[in-house]
Protein backbone atom coordinates (compact mmCIF):
# COMPACT_ATOMS: atom_id res chain seq x y z
CA UNK A 1 0.00 0.00 0.00
CA UNK A 2 1.24 3.21 -1.05
CA UNK A 3 1.91 6.07 1.73
CA UNK A 4 -0.36 8.54 0.35
CA UNK A 5 -3.29 5.77 0.17
CA UNK A 6 -2.59 5.01 3.97
CA UNK A 7 -2.96 8.30 4.74
CA UNK A 8 -6.03 8.37 3.14
CA UNK A 9 -7.40 5.69 4.93
CA UNK A 10 -5.68 6.70 7.71
CA UNK A 11 -7.14 10.65 8.10
CA UNK A 12 -11.21 8.43 6.78
CA UNK A 13 -10.88 6.40 10.04
CA UNK A 14 -9.43 8.92 11.89
CA UNK A 15 -12.34 11.48 10.69
CA UNK A 16 -14.75 9.17 11.65
CA UNK A 17 -14.14 8.00 14.91
CA UNK A 18 -13.65 11.43 16.09
CA UNK A 19 -16.92 12.60 15.26
CA UNK A 20 -18.50 9.56 16.47
CA UNK A 21 -16.71 10.83 19.78
CA UNK A 22 -16.94 13.80 19.45
CA UNK A 23 -13.13 14.08 20.82
CA UNK A 24 -10.28 15.32 19.43
CA UNK A 25 -6.65 16.34 20.77
CA UNK A 26 -4.10 18.98 19.38
CA UNK A 27 -0.61 19.71 19.74
CA UNK A 28 2.07 22.05 19.72
CA UNK A 29 4.54 21.28 17.07
CA UNK A 30 8.80 21.07 17.99
CA UNK A 31 10.88 22.07 15.65
CA UNK A 32 14.84 23.14 15.07
CA UNK A 33 16.60 25.78 14.61
CA UNK A 34 17.19 27.25 18.01
CA UNK A 35 13.80 28.68 18.50
CA UNK A 36 11.69 28.81 21.31
CA UNK A 37 9.03 26.34 20.25
CA UNK A 38 8.00 25.99 23.85
CA UNK A 39 7.17 29.54 24.16
CA UNK A 40 3.40 29.95 25.33
CA UNK A 41 3.28 26.10 27.30
CA UNK A 42 -0.04 27.58 28.72
CA UNK A 43 -2.00 28.85 25.28
CA UNK A 44 -3.43 25.58 23.66
CA UNK A 45 -4.23 24.17 26.90
CA UNK A 46 -6.08 27.63 27.64
CA UNK A 47 -7.31 27.93 24.57
CA UNK A 48 -8.65 23.86 24.94
CA UNK A 49 -10.41 24.98 28.15
CA UNK A 50 -12.03 27.58 26.30
CA UNK A 51 -13.79 25.63 23.41
CA UNK A 52 -14.90 23.26 25.34
CA UNK A 53 -16.51 25.32 27.84
CA UNK A 54 -17.89 27.87 25.14
CA UNK A 55 -18.55 25.30 21.79
CA UNK A 56 -19.28 22.07 23.67
CA UNK A 57 -16.13 20.81 21.82
CA UNK A 58 -14.48 17.74 23.75
CA UNK A 59 -11.25 18.43 22.81
CA UNK A 60 -8.85 16.26 25.65
CA UNK A 61 -7.16 18.70 27.63
CA UNK A 62 -3.28 17.37 27.37
CA UNK A 63 -1.58 19.09 25.36
CA UNK A 64 1.97 17.33 23.72
CA UNK A 65 4.61 18.36 21.82
CA UNK A 66 5.27 16.80 18.53
CA UNK A 67 7.68 16.52 16.39
CA UNK A 68 7.63 17.95 12.76
CA UNK A 69 9.55 14.40 11.64
CA UNK A 70 7.51 12.20 13.62
CA UNK A 71 4.95 9.68 12.32
CA UNK A 72 2.79 10.70 15.62
CA UNK A 73 2.22 14.25 13.60
CA UNK A 74 -0.68 12.38 12.07
CA UNK A 75 -2.19 11.59 15.10
CA UNK A 76 -3.35 15.18 15.63
CA UNK A 77 -5.55 17.14 12.84
CA UNK A 78 -4.86 20.46 14.53
CA UNK A 79 -1.49 21.72 15.43
CA UNK A 80 -0.03 24.59 16.61
CA UNK A 81 3.60 25.92 16.02
CA UNK A 82 5.27 29.79 17.99
CA UNK A 83 8.39 31.13 18.64
CA UNK A 84 10.91 33.83 18.44
CA UNK A 85 13.15 32.84 17.10
CA UNK A 86 15.33 30.94 14.21
CA UNK A 87 13.21 27.66 12.44
CA UNK A 88 14.52 25.46 9.98
CA UNK A 89 12.97 22.29 8.59
CA UNK A 90 15.04 19.79 6.73
CA UNK A 91 14.15 18.43 3.60
CA UNK A 92 12.68 15.25 5.49
CA UNK A 93 10.46 17.40 7.97
CA UNK A 94 9.33 19.44 4.98
CA UNK A 95 8.20 16.45 3.62
CA UNK A 96 6.40 14.68 6.21
CA UNK A 97 4.82 18.45 7.32
CA UNK A 98 3.55 18.55 3.99
CA UNK A 99 2.49 15.06 3.51
CA UNK A 100 0.36 16.22 6.51
CA UNK A 101 -1.18 18.95 5.45
CA UNK A 102 -2.35 17.28 2.41
CA UNK A 103 -3.67 14.51 4.15
CA UNK A 104 -5.95 16.66 6.11
CA UNK A 105 -3.88 18.23 9.36
CA UNK A 106 -3.93 21.76 9.92
CA UNK A 107 -0.70 24.07 11.10
CA UNK A 108 -1.83 26.98 12.81
CA UNK A 109 1.45 29.49 13.11
CA UNK A 110 1.37 32.27 15.52
CA UNK A 111 4.16 34.72 14.90
CA UNK A 112 5.41 35.26 18.80
CA UNK A 113 7.43 38.60 17.28
CA UNK A 114 10.83 37.75 15.86
CA UNK A 115 9.62 34.63 14.07
CA UNK A 116 8.65 35.85 10.60
CA UNK A 117 11.89 36.62 8.92
CA UNK A 118 12.92 32.85 8.92
CA UNK A 119 9.65 30.64 9.37
CA UNK A 120 8.63 32.21 5.58
CA UNK A 121 11.96 31.12 4.47
CA UNK A 122 10.65 27.50 5.47
CA UNK A 123 7.11 27.78 4.52
CA UNK A 124 8.32 28.22 1.00
CA UNK A 125 10.23 25.47 1.75
CA UNK A 126 7.06 23.62 2.61
CA UNK A 127 4.80 24.46 -0.77
CA UNK A 128 7.38 25.78 -3.31
CA UNK A 129 4.50 26.17 -5.50
CA UNK A 130 2.08 28.01 -3.72
CA UNK A 131 2.55 32.08 -2.44
CA UNK A 132 1.35 32.80 1.21
CA UNK A 133 -2.31 34.71 0.40
CA UNK A 134 -3.99 37.20 2.95
CA UNK A 135 -7.53 36.36 4.22
CA UNK A 136 -9.95 39.15 3.58
CA UNK A 137 -11.80 40.05 6.54
CA UNK A 138 -14.96 38.57 5.01
CA UNK A 139 -13.08 34.95 5.38
CA UNK A 140 -14.97 32.07 6.70
CA UNK A 141 -12.49 31.67 9.18
CA UNK A 142 -13.27 35.09 11.11
CA UNK A 143 -17.06 34.48 10.85
CA UNK A 144 -17.45 31.14 12.96
CA UNK A 145 -19.45 31.34 16.30
CA UNK A 146 -17.37 35.11 17.13
CA UNK A 147 -17.53 37.28 13.96
CA UNK A 148 -14.27 39.71 13.33
CA UNK A 149 -13.44 42.25 11.14
CA UNK A 150 -10.12 40.52 10.69
CA UNK A 151 -7.71 39.05 12.42
CA UNK A 152 -7.20 40.72 16.20
CA UNK A 153 -4.16 42.22 17.78
CA UNK A 154 -3.29 41.62 21.25
CA UNK A 155 -0.01 42.91 21.38
CA UNK A 156 1.78 45.84 19.84
CA UNK A 157 5.24 45.40 18.25
CA UNK A 158 6.28 47.94 14.98
CA UNK A 159 3.14 49.53 14.88
CA UNK A 160 2.03 47.38 11.76
CA UNK A 161 -1.01 45.84 11.37
CA UNK A 162 -2.19 42.19 12.68
CA UNK A 163 -2.27 39.92 9.04
CA UNK A 164 -3.73 36.24 8.70
CA UNK A 165 -1.72 34.36 5.54
CA UNK A 166 -2.55 31.18 4.90
CA UNK A 167 -1.81 28.21 2.24
CA UNK A 168 -4.57 27.47 0.20
CA UNK A 169 -5.66 23.53 -1.46
CA UNK A 170 -9.21 22.76 -3.00
CA UNK A 171 -10.71 26.03 -1.63
CA UNK A 172 -9.70 25.47 1.95
CA UNK A 173 -6.77 26.67 4.63
CA UNK A 174 -4.56 23.93 5.39
CA UNK A 175 -1.62 26.18 7.19
CA UNK A 176 -2.27 29.87 8.51
CA UNK A 177 -0.18 31.93 9.73
CA UNK A 178 -0.92 34.75 11.83
CA UNK A 179 1.52 37.72 12.16
CA UNK A 180 1.92 40.69 14.31
CA UNK A 181 -1.15 39.92 16.39
CA UNK A 182 0.27 37.69 19.33
CA UNK A 183 -2.88 35.34 19.60
CA UNK A 184 -0.85 32.93 21.77
CA UNK A 185 0.06 35.64 24.14
CA UNK A 186 -3.73 36.07 25.09
CA UNK A 187 -4.22 32.62 24.97
CA UNK A 188 -1.93 31.95 28.40
CA UNK A 189 -2.63 32.78 32.04
CA UNK A 190 -3.77 36.31 32.48
CA UNK A 191 -1.38 36.87 34.63
CA UNK A 192 1.39 35.97 32.26
CA UNK A 193 1.44 39.34 30.22
CA UNK A 194 -1.49 40.86 32.05
CA UNK A 195 -3.55 41.31 28.99
CA UNK A 196 -6.72 43.07 29.53
CA UNK A 197 -9.83 41.09 30.18
CA UNK A 198 -11.54 42.71 26.51
CA UNK A 199 -7.69 41.73 24.26
CA UNK A 200 -7.93 38.40 26.38
CA UNK A 201 -11.47 37.71 25.01
CA UNK A 202 -10.26 38.59 21.47
CA UNK A 203 -7.35 36.20 21.43
CA UNK A 204 -9.91 33.25 22.98
CA UNK A 205 -12.55 34.32 20.65
CA UNK A 206 -10.31 34.40 17.98
CA UNK A 207 -8.29 30.72 18.47
CA UNK A 208 -12.09 29.23 19.17
CA UNK A 209 -12.67 30.28 15.44
CA UNK A 210 -10.07 28.69 14.10
CA UNK A 211 -10.22 25.29 15.37
CA UNK A 212 -14.54 25.67 14.38
CA UNK A 213 -12.70 25.78 11.00
CA UNK A 214 -10.51 23.50 11.52
CA UNK A 215 -12.69 20.55 12.63
CA UNK A 216 -15.49 21.57 9.85
CA UNK A 217 -13.23 20.75 7.25
Known sequence: MSITKFLFIFFIVFGIQAQAQDSYQVAF???????????????????????????????????????????????????????????????????NLRTYLYSGGFLHIDDNYGMDEFIRVEIKKLFPNKELIELPPNHPIFHQKYDFNGLP???????????????????????????????????????????SPLKRAQALQMGANILMYTFMK
Open 29 to 95: LKYNGGGDYYANPTSLPNLVIFCNSNLGTKIAKSVPYVDVASADLFLYPFVHMTGHGNVVFSQAEAD
Open 153 to 195: KIHEHDDKRAQAFAIIENGRVICLYTYEADLGDGWEDSAVHND
